[in-house]
Structures are given as structure tokens and as C-alpha cells.
């Protein structure tokens, strides 16, 4: 079945560092990619989306590419900032249906 | 305009007691959706309903039921709870298929001793 695959953290950076999250996923047909961000003690909110093959999503400095010849959706953000601190989702939606599949998480730590 | 609402906020049961967890949305949208959360496991869906009048089995649907009381509330019903059913809730709700965003409710987090 469709399944995703995101990098294990957690990742600590410094403010200003470079982050990148992969994330591969297994799906038949063309599916709709996400990403979510889930701060500290909230609910799971859309932080960037692409629903086809070389789409690039982006919000708040964050980007990703759907690359369906590599099946990835890595997150880049170019200098990150302590309020980027939270777990981090992948997710993928299938051609034609409502459900979600998540990735694991990661949580990202961003120091001053 | 409150988006998606859940109560309550904290929950601790004991093995065997049941409970019911609410949500509600007021954006509109015909589709609504319970997970759980468990450390690196990621969100896995339990019960879903495409519209209102119908729902169905996710991922992990044993140990719990649902009702699509009306287009707005969706609920989850723990029967018996078991400390595997120790968790933190998500309610969703989206308005299309194959693309729709996903608005996410703040979350139960649920004890089970």
C-alpha cells in the first residue's frame, strides 16, 4: 500500500544552519504530497503541499520539490530560526481519495 | 470562526471505563477524520467519514466506534478503554478529495491506567 518514509531524527541545529528533511514515498498513480508542522502542544497544521510531478510547494521560507523519478518530497529551508523548533510531517494523499498517510516525524530543535 | 474544536483537552480513564471524545468543525467541509498520535509512529487514521451519513475503518479502528452526528460533529467512542489506547487524538476535517488540505483540531491527550 502507499507508505512514506521520512528522515529519523531528532536534528538539533543552530539559528541560521540549513535544514533539509527527506522524505521518499511508495505510491501507485499520482498522489498529492505534503508537508505538516506540528509546534508544541498544537494540533498538526499544512506548511506546504504539491499535487503534481515537479511542483514546488513553499511557505514561510520552506520549500519542497515533487521529484516522482526519485518518489521524494525533501524539505530545504535556507537559515532557520528558534521559531522553526517542532515535528515535521510528510504525507502523502492518493489520486482520488481523502485519506492521509503520515511519515513518522521529525523533530527539529533550532538553538540561538 | 473556530476551525476545528475538540474536548476535552485531557483525559485520564481507567482500564475497562468508557468515554467519548467530540469534535466539531465549522468550515463546512463534508469529511472528517479521527488518528492517534504515538511517539514515532507518526499519525495513524482510525475511523474516517468521506460525508455526512457514512463512515469507515482506517488503519486501527479496534477498540473504538464512531458517530457523524450531523455535517459539523464527528465522535469517537472508547467502549472499554486498555492502556494500549493510551494516546493524543486528532480531529480533521477536509472539504475535497486527492489534493484537499487537512485542518487539524488541537488535540486529546488520553490516559488509560
Known amino acids: ?112 | 470562526n473556530a476551525g476545528v474544536t475538540q474536548t476535552p483537552k485531557f483525559q485520564v480513564l481507567k482500564t475497562g471505563q468508557s468515554m467519548t471524545l467530540q469534535c466539531a468543525q465549522d468550515m463546512n467541509h463534508n469529511s472528517m477524520y479521527w488518528y492517534r498520535q504515538d511517539p514515532g509512529m507518526g499519525l495513524r487514521l482510525i475511523y474516517y467519514s468521506a460525508s455526512e451519513g457514512t463512515t469507515d475503518k482506517g488503519e486501527v479502528p479496534n477498540g473504538y466506534n464512531v458517530s457523524r452526528l450531523n455535517k459539523r460533529e464527528f465522535s469517537l467512542r472508547l467502549e472499554s478503554a486498555a492502556p494500549s489506547q493510551t494516546s493524543v487524538y486528532f480531529c480533521a476535517s477536509s472539504d475535497r478529495r486527492g489534493g484537499g488540505e487537512q485542518y487539524f483540531g488541537p488535540g486529546t491527550r488520553l490516559t488509560v491506567t
Not at chain 1, 85 to 102: E, R
Open chain 1, 1 to 112: 500500500g502507499d507508505s512514506v518514509t521520512q528522515m529519523e531524527g531528532p536534528v538539533t541545529l543552530s539559528e541560521e544552519a540549513f535544514l533539509t528533511i527527506n522524505c521518499t514515498y511508495t505510491a501507485t498513480g499520482y498522489p498529492s504530497l505534503f508537508w505538516y508542522v506540528q509546534y508544541p502542544g498544537e494540533g498538526l497544521q499544512l506548511l506546504l503541499k504539491a499535487t503534481k510531478a515537479d511542483d514546488k510547494g513553499s511557505n514561510k521560507g520552506f520549500e519542497a520539490t515533487y521529484r516522482k523519478e526519485t518518489t521524494s518530497f525533501h524539505l530545504e529551508k535556507g537559515s532557520v530560526q528558534v521559531s522553526d523548533s517542532a515535528v515535521y510531517f510528510c504525507a502523502l494523499s492518493p489520486d482520488n481519495d481523502y485519506k492521509l498517510s503520515f511519515g513518522a516525524g521529525t523533530t527539529v530543535t533550532v538553538r540561538a
